[in-house]
Every structure is written in structure tokens, then in C-alpha cells.
């Protein structure tokens, strides 16, 4: 583990002094030591993790479990997520990050989205507005993508402009492990993150993807109505 951690340093650094965040982050998949981090994140196993089964009774405490493996504030964070089969995780974002995501086992049935107006995208506001939006539930436009099933071993990147939200609901009981670049924070709402409701959804997007729309719905300390994330110490290997 600890030469994954020092990989994603490694990134956080040059991203935090690249002269343009959001184009670095964009472009991650094609930068070398990013191809060297997600190598060695497809290489780390459930067992290095401190998992013990896929039904463990310590990581499926409770419906959705995350385990923070290191974190540095707000620059970058490795994190796992264990959701029981039938948890929905609900549609959130991942304002102005990169996040590389592998499906360490399970099996997750999966939706993205991408808001069309870049304003929104990048959360190009203010504090003030942004309190508005969520007060009197702002409704934006969406592109959203196909409903696809995502397997053990497989992996996602989120990136500031493209798949930056998602939601899913687990078939069976899964574990996924995120990192991020850089890691949201609750100081400012340029990286808050943010739920949505779907107010847009016809028969058409909802089995081929298209155009919705989303409502800002709520953010931190306050979360979706009947969902909690269970926080847990980390059992693996550092090393």
C-alpha cells in the first residue's frame, strides 16, 4: 500500500502546481505516474485490505461502511466504501476532482451523469447562490448516460468534466475503492459535494440514457433522507 500512497502524493503535488487544476485532472489517464497508480490500485486484493470475506461482519456493519486508508485534508484521499446487496448510493458529484474508482468485488448496477451547463459543472458561483439553490431546489439540465452493470475488477475515472456524478445500487455485497484528486472539502462549494434528486426521468432515458434534469437537493452535515455512512477504522496493511 504505502507505494500506491506515495503515487497518489506524487499526483496530488503536481496537480495542486499545475497552472490549470481542472486540465490536469482531466488529462490524468494519459499522465505516466497516473498509468503507475492505477496499476498498482488494480493490483491490491481484499486480503491486503483486512478483508476477511464478502460477508464480513465488521465492514458490512451497516448499509454503506467507509474505511479511510490515508488522507492528506483536502489535497487527496484513498478510501473504501463496503455496500450491502439492495443499498443505493445516492446521485452525487465530484465538483472540480478526479477520482479513480475499482470495483474490488461485487457487483453494482450503475448510472452517470454530467451536467450540460458549465457553470454548474464547475460550480462557477457563489457561496450565497449556492445556499439559494439548495434552498428552493434549483433544477439543471443533464446529460445521462446508459444503465450498465459494473463488475469485480472493474474500473471507472471521474473526471471534472466527464462522468463527474453518478448513483448505484449494489446486487450483491460489494466493496469499492476511491481516490481522489483533490479531496472534497467542506470549507468551499467549488469541491462540496452535493445530492441530487432526478426530476427528469421519461422510459426513454431511463433505458437508454439522454437528457434529464437534476435537483439540488442537499449537501453534508445534512444527508439524503434515509441514508448514513457507517465510518470504520482501517484493518489493512500500510505497507
Not at 488522507?71 to 446487496?85: A, G, S, T
Not at 432515458?205 to 439524503?224: H, K, Q
Amino acid at each position: 500500500m504505502k507505494p500506491l500512497i506515495e503515487k497518489v502524493q506524487k499526483l496530488s503535488l503536481a496537480a495542486k502546481h499545475s497552472t490549470c487544476q481542472k486540465s490536469f485532472l482531466n488529462n490524468t489517464v494519459r499522465d505516466i505516474d497516473c498509468q503507475s497508480m492505477v496499476q498498482k490500485m488494480t493490483n491490491i486484493t481484499p486480503e491486503m485490505l483486512g478483508v476477511t470475506s464478502r460477508e464480513d461482519p465488521y465492514h458490512f456493519a451497516g448499509p454503506l461502511n467507509r474505511v479511510t486508508i490515508d488522507c492528506n485534508e483536502q489535497d487527496y484521499r484513498l478510501v473504501l466504501f463496503f455496500i450491502k446487496k439492495g443499498t443505493r448510493m445516492p446521485l452525487h458529484d465530484h465538483p472540480n476532482m478526479a477520482v479513480f474508482f475499482r470495483l474490488v468485488f461485487g457487483e453494482l448496477n450503475y448510472v452517470s451523469y454530467d451536467k450540460l451547463d458549465d457553470k454548474f459543472k464547475y460550480n462557477d458561483f457563489a457561496d450565497d447562490e449556492y445556499a439559494e439553490m439548495l434552498d428552493v431546489g434549483k433544477r439543471i439540465k443533464a446529460k445521462k448516460s446508459k444503465p450498465m452493470s459494473i463488475k469485480e475488477g472493474s474500473m471507472l475515472y471521474v473526471r471534472p468534466s466527464v462522468q463527474n456524478m453518478h448513483e448505484f445500487v449494489a446486487q450483491e455485497n460489494s466493496c469499492f475503492f476511491d481516490i481522489c484528486l483533490p479531496n472534497y472539502t467542506p470549507v468551499s462549494h467549488e469541491r462540496r459535494i452535493t445530492y441530487f434528486k432526478e426530476t427528469g426521468a421519461n422510459e426513454l432515458n431511463t433505458a437508454r440514457g439522454g437528457t434529464t434534469e437534476l435537483e439540488y437537493y442537499t449537501t453534508p452535515p445534512v444527508l439524503p433522507t434515509n441514508f448514513s455512512v457507517n465510518e470504520l477504522e482501517y484493518r489493512g496493511a500500510l505497507m
